[in-house]
């Protein structure tokens, strides 16, 4: 059974940056992709950047040119890279991984943006 486990959510000022991790318990390079979910209190679930196995990124337009996600297969992990945070960006974040026509999901780390 795979697990992805995040790390790195916080408390930071309005237009700080934060790193965030996902680490899989087995090889990323299986996932077709991968990615980052967030989900605000009151609010749907929406992706937030994705990465394919061959290196293709998404993003939502709300992150355009202040998110990079990235992958390192060697370290079964991927990042999201969050510059000049917004407070509308507090929110739980989710790890996503689909392989195989199965789904994975981390259980969240809470990014907290104070104004």
């Known amino acids: 059974q795979v697990q992805l486990v995040e790390s790195g959510g916080g408390l930071v000022q309005a237009g700080g940056s934060l790193r965030l991790s996902c680490a899989a318990s087995?090889?990323?390079?299986?996932?077709?992709?991968m990615g980052w979910y967030r989900q605000a209190p009151g609010k749907q679930r929406e992706l937030v950047a994705a990465?394919?196995?061959?290196?293709?990124?998404n993003y939502a337009d709300s992150v355009k040119g202040r998110f990079t996600i990235s992958r390192d297969n060697a370290k079964r992990t991927i990042y999201l890279q969050m510059n000049s945070l917004k407070p509308e960006d507090t929110a739980v974040y989710y790890c996503?991984?689909?392989?195989?026509?199965?789904?994975?999901w981390g259980k969240g780390t809470l990014v907290t943006v104070s104004s």
């Open positions: 990465i394919s196995s061959g290196g293709a990124t």
């Open positions: 087995g090889s990323i390079s299986s996932f077709d992709v």
């Open positions: 996503h991984g689909s392989m195989l026509g199965m789904t994975y």
